[in-house]
């Protein structure tokens, strides 16, 4: 979803020397040319990387706090490389605007990337990077299907193409996140360097742990020894990271250019909310995060299952439902009565019903902010984006609450409504992005008419259920019958929980 990257044009370009032209409004690194040294390698150097953690270490470089340290992105993909040369051309400045609900943009240029490369292009400096003892923390957001290794969805490293290509040359090319962390940890072993911390940014539950698995694995296919070490020595921290960040819109470019008089290549967009929670469990040294927001807690399983069910799940309930009722933007879907209450039935008798919510948060001030904040019309945040890798996010944020809600009064009646309208939205869906993110199993099921739940594996821990199966055929028959947009109100009025009125 990265992008888009801009033409050029003869406009004048962000860049260290145009930075005195900005307005005076927008906000400019006045820290650029001091000695701070890059601590944090960051893998995956897309949109939501530049919206949260660049700009956390921003705030701290700009208060010329003890321990700010710098940040040099890499990309592992060749994708990546129109956005990473832009960024390169900038020294790696971009801005970033925070739209509001009420139409202010703030504007800010952040300047904490201090450098950034593509791995297939510079996998010697690469492997240096991660190798400089002054590196702490080499942190990754290369999202949820990225990492290697997951018990709960039975994935290894070891059935991964790429991991098999490098590991296969002992690692003397890598080519993937993990084989490049684990060729690093390798190397400071060797030269008695202590190992960095690895820290997982992306919206998995437990992905402090899925992170360990992954880089562990992968270790294990080239050396065992080195594996054991690696899960001896090296921390990896879960953390819950929220701030909604879409890819750009034309007007929200051509808005960005108005404010700031000058062309910027890579500009990010993104919700004024955000949160960063972390397990504090960095052995080799971390930057002041809680002196600019950032939370550290001995409790992060419940700040991820809260955020990841409700948050992530109900943006997969808003895209699926909001699709088939002929809706485009996240903000259009919620302001429709109809999506709207199936998001509070999905909230309300499903997904809150499973959480024990972390100390001191209130259920009820969660959801309302969650709602003005999926209104958002700025932010124009797109349903295809919810929408794009969908089999990897119904799998970890929905099916994680459906298994916990199985003795939920109308569990069977509410899940097809779920399953069903993500598998009609994607049939139906015009949008490679979304088609692109179903794996070839529940394809050929759909194609076949095969009972979904159990030809898709994910699926399986609710196989075993007949009343879901039933009410899946039914949910299906009404949509036949009605059209999928007049079915979902039809099935509304019968759901467990809709006398109620929306709170
Ligand atoms: N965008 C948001 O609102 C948001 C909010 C919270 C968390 N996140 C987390 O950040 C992730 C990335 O979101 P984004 O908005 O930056 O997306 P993006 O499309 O802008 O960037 C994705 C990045 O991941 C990299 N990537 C993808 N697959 C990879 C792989 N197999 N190996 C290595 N790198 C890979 C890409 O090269 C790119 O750099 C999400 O999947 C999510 O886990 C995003
Ligand atoms: O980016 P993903 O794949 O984890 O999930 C899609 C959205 O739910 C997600 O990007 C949210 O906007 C984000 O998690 C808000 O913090």
Same mark, same amino acid.
């Given at each position: 979803m990265t992008g888009p990257i801009r033409p050029e044009t003869a406009t004048v370009r962000l860049s260290r020397a145009t930075l005195r032209d900005l307005p005076a409004e927008v906000a400019v690194p006045?820290?650029?040319?001091? !000695? #701070?040294?890059?601590?944090v390698v960051h893998i995956g150097v897309g949109n939501f990387h530049r919206s949260h953690q660049a700009m956390y270490l921003d705030r701290l470089l700009a208060a010329r706090s003890d321990g700010a340290v710098a940040i040099c992105g890499i990309g592992v993909?060749? !994708?990546d490389r129109p956005l990473l040369m832009a960024l390169q051309e900038q020294t790696g400045l971009y801005s970033l605007s925070l739209f509001a609900p009420d139409g202010t943009v703030d504007t800010r240029i952040i300047g904490s990337l201090r450098n950034v490369l593509l791995l297939p292009d510079a996998p010697d400096d690469a492997l240096a990077r991660l190798c400089d003892p002054e590196v702490r923390i080499v942190s990754l957001t290369? #999202? @949820?299907?990225?990492?290697? @290794?997951d018990a709960t969805t039975g994935r290894r490293a070891a059935d991964d193409r790429a991991v098999r290509v490098e590991t296969a040359d002992?690692? #003397? #090319?890598?080519?993937?996140a993990f084989g490049l962390i684990v060729a690093a940890l390798r190397a400071r072993r060797t030269a008695g360097t202590s190992p960095f911390t690895v820290m997982s940014c992306d919206n998995i539950q437990r992905n402090g742990a899925i992170a360990r698995a992954s880089v562990v694995e992968t270790a294990r296919l080239v050396d065992p020894d080195l594996a054991d070490w690696i899960d001896g020595n090296v921390a990896f921290p879960s953390t819950m990271v929220d701030r909604i960040t879409p890819s750009p819109t034309p007007s929200q470019l051509a808005l960005v250019d108005g404010v700031l008089g000058l062309r910027d290549k890579a500009p990010v967009v993104a919700e004024p909310f955000v949160q960063w929670i972390l397990e504090d469990d960095f052995p080799s040294g971390r930057p002041p995060l809680e002196d600019v927001g950032a939370i550290f807690t001995d409790d992060i399983g419940s700040y991820e299952s809260m955020k990841l069910r409700l948050l992530n799940g109900a943006h997969q309930v808003l895209a699926y439902v909001g699709l088939l009722r002929g809706h485009r933007f996240a903000h259009e879907a919620v302001a429709d009565p109809v999506v709207r209450h199936w998001l509070d039935v999905y909230w309300r008798e499903l997904a809150l019903p499973t959480l024990d919510l972390p100390d001191g948060v209130d259920g009820d001030d969660y959801l309302r902010t969650l709602l003005e904040r999926f209104g958002n019309p700025a932010i124009a945040d797109t349903l295809e984006r919810l929408a794009t890798d969908s089999s990897a996010r119904m799998a970890k944020f929905v099916l994680p609450v459906l298994v916990d809600a199985r003795d939920r009064p109308g569990f069977a009646e509410l899940t097809a409504v779920i399953l069903e309208s993500w598998v009609t939205a994607v049939r139906s869906s015009s949008s490679d992005l979304i088609s692109s993110g179903v794996p070839s199993d529940v394809h050929a099921a759909i194609a076949g008419g095969s009972p979904l739940l159990s030809a898709v594996d994910w699926l399986r821990p609710l196989s075993a259920d007949p009343a879901l199966s039933l009410a899946m055929t039914a949910v299906r028959e009404t949509f036949d019958a009605l059209g999928p947009s007049e079915g979902l109100e039809r099935l509304l009025s019968q759901a467990p929980g809709c006398a109620q009125e929306a709170s």
């Open positions: 006045d820290y650029l040319d001091d !000695e #701070t040294p890059v601590g993909r060749p !994708e290369i #999202t @949820e299907s990225g990492y290697v @290794e002992g690692l #003397t #090319t890598p080519q993937t």
